[in-house]
């Protein structure tokens, strides 16, 4: 209550206040480790750590993303991330004092500005990238820019300003939707691991958590783990997998591999059914 449903942050300062949340509730943190080895004798999941060490735990979450360790360790044979076709290009800018909401521009190259914090916002440029090409880190800004000479000429300007190639962060778009199981016995997957979304609706960081908060929820009201997980998994999945669904439709529409998608409508009818209870 009292926060937005949708808001625009970087990535440090989300990490900051996760890590921040984390450490004040007292969870023991260990950094630096992977889970290598997870034996679930239906009593709890022994897991072996690769600086050599064990813990028994009641419950493994694998929370670790869309190339997921724990995905291929539970279901080996799932749903592998696929690209899309698309990468999108960013780059933080001095937000103007009274730009203060969200900018998307359409078309074969779609152009976003997000506000992020007092004085920062950033600009994103998507494109096609067929081949999934790997560009070196030296000359990116000059091509970022390269990039957006077909824009409109406020664009352009704000493009003169994307001058570091260290600041550029260029991704290639994947996305992937497991739709069976979330879990194997006291073993769960949450975020990206199992609905990986592109970013055109700006909602794969907002499904993680809801994920969590939902896990917790039939955590607390199930007295039976495996109960519990299936509860989760009923609650999620129609709401993650719609968001990738719409996601990649209006990413497929703008590359010319699927039909256009009326992103402002599309986005109007993303808001309706993320406002709808979890
Ligand atoms: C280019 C791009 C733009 C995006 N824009 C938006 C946006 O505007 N809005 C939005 O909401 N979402 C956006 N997303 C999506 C968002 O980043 C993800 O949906 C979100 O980060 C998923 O959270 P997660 O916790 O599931 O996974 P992640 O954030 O990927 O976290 C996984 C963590 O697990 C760790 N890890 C991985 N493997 C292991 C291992 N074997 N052992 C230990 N740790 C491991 C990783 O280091 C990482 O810290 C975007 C994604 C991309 C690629």
Redesign the pocket.
């Known amino acids: 209550d009292g926060y937005p449903a949708n808001m625009g942050i970087g990535r440090p300062a989300l990490h900051k206040m996760l890590g921040d949340r984390t450490i004040a509730s007292g969870a023991h943190v260990l950094l630096g480790v992977?889970?290598t080895e997870l034996n679930d004798d239906g009593e709890g999941v022994d897991v072996r750590f690769s600086n050599g060490s064990s813990e028994r735990y009641d419950l493994v979450i694998g929370?670790?993303?869309?190339?997921?360790?724990t995905r291929a360790m539970l279901f080996p044979d799932a749903p592998r991330p696929e690209f899309t076709g698309q990468a999108?290009w960013r780059y933080n800018l001095p937000r103007p004092a009274d730009f203060d909401a969200l900018h998307v521009y359409n078309g074969p190259t779609g152009v976003g500005l997000v506000p992020i914090s007092d004085d920062l916002m950033y600009i994103y440029v998507t494109t096609p990238e067929p081949g999934n090409p790997r560009y070196p880190r030296e000359g990116q800004a000059a091509l970022m820019r390269s990039k957006m000479t077909g824009c409109a000429p406020f664009i352009q300007e704000l493009a003169e300003q994307i001058v570091d190639d260290a600041g550029v962060v260029y991704?290639p778009?994947e996305a992937m939707m497991i739709d069976g199981p979330w879990h194997k016995g006291r073993v769960a997957l949450?975020?990206?691991?199992v609905h990986?979304?592109t970013?055109h609706l700006?909602?794969?960081?907002?499904?993680?958590i809801e994920d969590s908060l939902v896990l917790a929820e039939e955590l607390a009201t199930h007295d039976d783990i495996e109960a519990a997980l299936s509860a989760y998994h009923d609650r999620r999945l129609e709401r993650c997998a719609y968001i990738v669904r719409s996601s990649v439709a209006i990413c497929m529409g703008q590359i010319g591999k699927g039909p256009p998608v009326d992103n402002a409508k599309a986005t109007q009818e993303m808001f309706d059914v993320v406002a709808q209870p979890i």
């Open positions: 992977t889970a929370a670790d993303g869309v190339y997921s360790q999108v991704r778009l949450l975020g990206d691991a990986a979304t970013p700006g909602q794969g960081a907002g499904m993680a």
